[in-house]
């Protein structure tokens, strides 16, 4: 199983960016998530995505700008940013955990059994 985070670099704010996840050796049954890591802080969860693609849910400080979502076909899932923000600043992760159809994703990492490697995002101001 591999997951492969890229698309991340630098934007002023206000800006948009899409970052992606490409995956291998996962089946359909699989919810993702995506998660930051600014420069000395914890790890946040930002937004995740069902089996299905039907469900999706942000955190508070994301909603309405970001926008996650998934191309079975190509194995990817995208993780849409509009008007970003310095504090948006972070390197992004992706995540994979096996999800029945119809169960809602996880907003906590402990249920993802794999991660991706990060991407960087940097917002100036």
């Known amino acids: 199983v591999q997951l492969q985070a890229s698309g991340g670099g630098l934007v002023q704010a206000g800006g948009s960016l899409r970052v992606s996840c490409a995956t291998s050796?996962?089946?359909?049954?699989?919810?993702f998530g995506w998660f930051r890591q600014a420069p000395g802080k914890a790890r946040e969860w930002v937004s995740c995505?069902?089996?299905?693609?039907?469900?999706?849910r942000y955190a508070d400080s994301v909603k309405a700008r970001f926008t996650i979502s998934r191309d079975n076909a190509k194995n990817t899932v995208y993780l849409q940013m509009n008007s970003l923000k310095p504090e948006d600043t972070a390197v992004y992760f992706c995540?994979?955990?096996?999800?029945?159809?119809?169960?809602?994703?996880?907003?906590?990492?402990?249920?993802?059994?794999?991660w991706g490697q990060g991407t960087l995002v940097t917002v100036s101001s």
């Open positions: 995505i069902d089996a299905n693609g039907d469900k999706t």
């Open positions: 050796g996962l089946d359909l049954n699989f919810g």
């Open positions: 995540a994979a955990d096996w999800l029945p159809y119809g169960v809602n994703c996880h907003d906590i990492s402990d249920p993802y059994h794999f």
